[in-house]
């Protein structure tokens, strides 16, 4: 996909523009609280590759993709959410998407509903 002319505000915090509350970093991603956070631990990982969202990734991004999923439980572990968490992420404006830089959302600390809005 083209890239953005633009930012976006994930690639910012990447670039320490702007200051974020980071919980884990390593070579490939980023994660830190999100600034409005929907449940008492609501924690963005982001790739520090720009990759619009899940349809904007490409096989070769497959072990990347890999990398952070099998670090979601270590940070939730880290984050104390011992009962369960949850992994979302928001894929287009119709999945209810804002910044256009791949994430998922880890939340928890309070029972999660199913369905969600
Ligand atoms: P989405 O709607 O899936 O694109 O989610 C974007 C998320 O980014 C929202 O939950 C916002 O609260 C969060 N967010 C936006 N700006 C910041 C920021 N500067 N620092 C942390 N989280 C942010």
Not at 9 to 23: L, Q, S, T, Y
Not at 74 to 101: C, M, S
Request: net charge negative.
């Amino acid at each position: 996909m083209t890239p953005l002319a633009e930012k976006t505000v994930f690639k910012k915090i990447i670039d320490r523009e702007i200051p974020a509350n980071i919980v884990y970093e390593d070579d490939l991603c980023l994660a830190f609280h999100d600034i409005d956070p929907k449940a008492p631990v609501h924690v963005l990982l982001i790739p520090k590759k720009e990759i619009q969202n899940l349809s904007d990734a490409d096989p070769e991004d497959q072990s990347l993709l890999g990398h952070m999923l099998l670090k979601i439980p270590e940070i939730a572990e880290q984050l104390g959410l011992d009962d369960g968490f949850r992994v979302i992420t928001n894929n287009g404006a119709g999945g209810g998407q804002d910044v256009y830089h791949l994430h998922f959302h880890l939340m928890g600390g309070r029972k999660l509903n199913w369905p969600p809005g």
